[in-house]
Structure formats: C-alpha cells, structure tokens
C-alpha cells in the first residue's frame, strides 16, 4: 500500500513535469550554460595533522601519525622518536580545497578535512599548518585553522550514538592562496566558449544571438560544444566587458530528451519532449511470501523427554494477473504515466518498463541510469 501510495506521489509530480507538448525552447543566459575555454578551477590537496581532539584521535595501530608528530616536534626543536610517541589527541587528515579562476595571493579558500586513520571523531580538532598542492607538485596554498563538524559521536563501546560523520570536517576561510594563477585574456591565443551539454542546436543559437548583439560576425561555431569569439583587434583591457555582455545574452536552449533512472531509490524524472512508439505492455507480479514460527514441544509426562522449539516454515506464493497497457504512436509521458497508474504500477515497477521500452526500441529518447 506504501509503494502504491509513493508511486501515485511520483506519477503526479511526472504529469506535473511533462506539461503541454508544444512548449517554446527555454531560454536562458549564455553565461548559465557556457564555460570560458581555459578559465577553469583547480583542485588541492594536501597532508596533516589534527590536534586537540577529546581522545578520540588515532590508536596505537595508526603508525603514520605518530610520525608525523614526530617529524612536526622535531621541526620545533622537540627530539624525539616517533616510536614513543603515545597520544590519542592527534589524528592525520587529508585537506582538499579548490582553486578557483583568477586566485590571487592572499585571496581565502575554504578547506575540507577528512580522517585518513581510525580516529572516532575530529570534533574540537584544530588542523595544523598545511601546504596544498596542485597536480603539478607545487604548493598553491595553505590551510590552518579550528574545525567546524556537521555531526558528533558519544558514548563508549556498545552504548554510543552517532550523527552523521564526525570524521569529516570543513574550515570556512582556513586557506590561503600563496601563488598567483590569475589567467591573462589577452594572452589566451583565441577566446571560445564550452557549452556544459553538447548540442549543435544550442551552439548555433549561441552564434547567432552574440553576433545579432555585436552587429558582426563575432561567434563561429565550431562543433557541438565550442563557440569561437573572433576578438582580433579588440584591445586586451577590454577582454573582460566584451565577454561580460556576451554573458548576460539570453538563448533559446534545445535540450535533448532524456530520462533519467535512480534504481537504488526509485526516482525517474522524464523531460517534456519524451514520445513513445506504439507499443503494448504486459506487467504482472510475482509474491512469495516465507514465514517462520517457532512452537514448543512439550514431552509427555514421566515420558523422561526435554522440551524443545520446533521451527514451522509455511511458504505461500500468489502471482497476480498480468495487466495490459497500450500506447498509440507519438505518445507522450504523460500518456504512459496515467496507463501506468492505471494498472498500480510502482516506481520500481516503472524503472523496469522504462528499461524494457528501451531494449524495444519503443522509447524516443536517451535512457541515462545512474
């Protein structure tokens, strides 16, 4: 009753989603759908250590942590060796940030921590000085600062809750960037733009737009994703206003038609272009149900017998009728949806037609399962 109930929810958020057949492009700004070429983040990495943890940090077992203290007092002037280092307030983390476009010395990133050892929880953790490094081996940046957690851990051994994860921590603002990696426009040797979504479509629309804005043949398409900008003779201080008004342009955006499929929960979201081929399905359900009760054997008396449970295992199976939905030629989603609902099919029931349609040939559009 819940999965049909669930399923009915779904159906009607599917209507809702696939309205009128003859609906306009969309349109939307150039700079939503489009990428500067070579304009592009980073990532960052780096290795350290967490201090002041509450005894939760990394046991015994963990060796590489009570190296790395080891290696960070003798950097102090503290000679010790790491072999006799006996403390659980520590733990080694990994830090990742990202390096936006344009970063600048001084400019602030904020950092995630994640624990690399067996420590039960960072809360109350302070990262240490640590350099982050780019997929080139060099420094970039450096994190430090008090851990802020989306969850906690308490109690001991069997008696303990736990929220979310409390060996993953982010420091708001904990980074700083030491390397200049700010991109020069004018140095760039052609400026394009990537479209995220591939589409020969879009792109042509795109071209069309900025050069109906520019008054001349400013855009080439040059495939399905990339847009070239022919900027010679534009001076190189003026790089960014011209990008920045081809941005706020608005497009008409072609968009293919897909159904997206989530088996592990369920979940199908179809666009409003999806048609069908006439078809005609057939769904029927398989239930078998196995229950187990456990009944006491009681001896006769003076029988010098022992009481005992004996298991009783009943098996039933029921298999419901199949049902039948017929779909004309150009259907819709929302011609599907409602024979579906119709028979009570669940949303698992759908993912499995969806798939079938597919292999059959009878569904118009790309079948993406994630």
Do not use: W
Request: glycine share 8%; net charge neutral; hydrophobic share 45%.
């Amino acid at each position: 009753m819940k999965l049909a109930l669930c399923a009915c929810v779904l159906v009607q958020l599917l209507v809702i989603v696939a309205t009128a057949k003859e609906t306009p492009p969309r349109t939307v700004r150039i700079k939503d759908i489009t990428t500067v070429e070579g304009v592009r983040d980073n990532p960052l990495i780096g290795y350290g250590m967490i201090v002041g943890l509450n005894g939760t940090g990394d046991r015994r077992q963990t060796m590489f942590s009570t190296q790395t203290l080891g290696n960070i007092l003798r950097r102090m002037g503290v000679q010790i060796p790491a072999s006799s280092v006996r403390v659980n307030n520590v733990a080694a983390v990994m830090v990742t940030a990202t390096l936006p476009p344009f970063a600048r010395p001084g400019m602030r990133l904020d950092v995630t921590v994640s624990s690399v050892g067996d420590a039960k929880s960072l809360e109350g953790g302070l990262l240490l000085l640590t350099s982050l490094y780019g997929a080139d081996g060099q420094a970039y940046a450096s994190a430090q600062g008090p851990l802020v957690l989306g969850g906690y851990t308490a109690g001991t051994r069997g008696n303990s809750v736990q929220i979310n994860h409390p060996t993953t921590g982010r420091i708001a603002a904990g980074g700083i960037v030491e390397r200049d990696t700010s991109v020069d426009l004018g140095k760039l040797p052609r400026l394009a733009l990537l479209l995220r979504e591939a589409d020969f479509s879009t792109a042509r629309e795109i071209a069309a737009a900025i050069n109906r804005d520019a008054g001349r043949d400013l855009a080439l398409p040059v495939d399905a994703r990339r847009i070239e900008l022919r900027t010679e003779g534009t001076a190189a201080d003026a790089l960014p206003a011209l990008l920045a008004r081809i941005e706020e342009t608005v497009v008409a955006v072609h968009s293919r038609a897909r159904v997206i499929v989530n088996e592990r929960t369920g979940t199908i979201v179809m666009g409003k272009d999806v048609s069908l081929a006439a078809c005609s399905i057939l769904h029927g359900n398989l239930a078998i149900d196995i229950t187990t009760e456990f009944q006491v054997s009681q001896p006769a008396p003076f029988s010098q017998g022992q009481t005992t449970v004996v298991p009783q295992t009943a098996v039933r199976a029921a298999e419901t009728p199949a049902r039948r939905v017929e779909l004309r030629e150009g259907a819709t989603v929302d011609d599907l949806i409602e024979g579906l609902q119709q028979i009570g099919a669940t949303a698992r029931d759908v993912v499995a037609i969806l798939e079938a349609l597919k292999a059959a040939g009878a569904l118009d559009a790309e079948l993406e399962v994630i």
